[in-house]
């Protein structure tokens, strides 16, 4: 079988250009010289067992470059390619849309002729997804190839200040804890501390004895509690069904936020690496703060593979973890969103696992939190207690949470999201 009969090629809508080359963006690389027919049948052949476009699966298996099919993009859909480094947009035609609509749809308004906007696109495809969001702005409207990253770093660039605002508000106010230091929480607290402080001076006898019965009680409840979550899990082993096939792998992209991790830098990058899933549907972004000089210097030291990328993270006075993070989400591509702290050192085949699981929960499960262990463990007495303790937590109690249909508290680490999921509850 020849290889243009084994092409699972996408056709660009016939709306976007005037012209369009007919053929196929494996043929125009191989006709170019930058594309070996070898690697472009590899291509093909896992094109079949993975949602993502020739161009996406060249470049992710470092086949091809991004500049190289963005110039056959070019030829192909007759569409003109430009350089957003040496001709940037005008950042007053920037202010028409949201960046985050921008960022998530890869495009910016780059020039305006009369009452046409002319569009830089990374994908073609994207071309009528781009005209519903623009529709409202104007009637009329033209389309230019760009780079993806050089439009990412544009929008990093020029709108970090409104994109770092957007990053601490995104989590709806009743459900975040930004609301907690105003007037009424400190009065609040206040009430609280002085009824405290006058019932250990005026009655300490008493005060200490309903102190030391709450513990009581709190201890016995807890134990109690763990006794029933241990007993729903021995339940929910023997009822557990097989589990299914998994007929289809999803893209992820993996959050690791970075504070003074310097020293660890090297050590993360190759567990990353020794990660066993499809490098083309993996995604791993280093999320760093922008005053943090040493991470700076030592990521921009090191050559990183396609699959990896660093964001910079604006200074604020807020600088925290899940800020971090929300400022991140915008500029990844995942469907399936996850979470490693540097000092993390995943099982090569956990994403597999990660994925096996969504496979074979129900829709509603938006969630995978992943098990934690100390490699440290023996180390010394104080690192085996805390290995037992997290063995005994994500072994026994937080599936009996699960099987109980209780709330799950999760980790701030090795932890997946269904990015749709995410979304919706960020709004």
Not at 116 to 124: C, E, G, R, Y
Request: proline content about 5%; charged content about 25%.
């Amino acid at each position: 079988m020849s290889l243009n009969t084994q092409y699972i090629d996408r056709e660009y809508p016939e709306t976007i250009p005037t012209r369009r080359n007919k053929a196929r963006i494996g043929d125009i690389l191989m006709q170019g010289g930058q594309l070996d027919a070898g690697d472009l049948l590899k291509a093909l052949t896992l094109q079949q067992q993975e949602d993502l476009r020739l161009g996406e699966m060249l470049q992710g298996l470092g086949f091809s470059t991004e500049t190289a099919v963005l110039a056959a993009l070019g030829e192909q859909s007759a569409l003109p390619v430009i350089d957003l480094n040496t001709d940037p947009p005008a950042r007053v035609l920037g202010n028409l849309i949201e960046p985050s609509i921008g960022i998530q749809h890869g495009f910016i308004i780059w020039k305006q002729l009369d009452e046409t906007l002319i569009v830089a696109i990374s994908d073609p495809m994207q071309a009528d997804t781009v005209r519903l969001q623009l529709g409202h702005i104007s009637p009329q409207t033209q389309f230019v190839l760009a780079s993806r990253e050089a439009i990412l770093r544009y929008y990093q660039s020029e709108f970090s200040e409104c994109l770092s605002e957007a990053a601490n508000l995104r989590c709806p106010e009743h459900l975040s804890t930004r609301s907690w230091s105003g007037r009424k929480t400190k009065l609040i607290g206040a009430v609280f501390l002085t009824i405290f402080v006058c019932a250990a001076v005026m009655i300490p006898e008493l005060f200490i004895a309903g102190l030391l019965g709450w513990v009581f009680i709190a201890l016995i409840g807890n134990s109690g509690f763990k006794l029933l979550t241990m007993i729903a899990f021995l339940k929910s082993k023997k009822d557990s069904p097989p589990p299914k096939h998994v007929d289809r792998l999803y893209k992820i992209s993996i959050l690791v936020p970075l504070l003074h991790e310097s020293d660890i830098l090297d050590r993360l990058i190759q567990r990353m690496t020794a990660l066993i899933y499809p490098k083309e549907l993996l995604e791993i972004c280093l999320v760093y703060e922008a005053n943090d000089a040493q991470t700076k210097k030592h990521l921009a030291s090191r050559r990183l593979p396609n699959w990896i990328r660093t964001i910079e993270v604006p200074e604020n006075q807020l600088q925290t973890k899940p800020r971090a993070m929300n400022y991140a989400l915008d500029f990844c591509r995942g469907d399936i969103i996850g979470i490693y702290d540097a000092e993390d050192a995943p099982e090569p085949d956990q994403l597999y696992r990660v994925i096996e699981s969504f496979e074979n929960a129900d829709e509603d499960v938006a969630c995978v939190q992943c098990r934690l262990d100390y490699y440290n463990c023996k180390t010394n007495w104080l690192s085996r207690c805390f290995t037992i303790e997290y063995a005994i937590l994500f072994r026994v109690i937080l599936p009996g949470l699960e099987s109980l249909g209780l709330p799950i508290p999760l980790g701030g680490t090795s932890v997946f999201f269904r990015r749709d999921k995410l979304e919706k509850l960020g709004r």
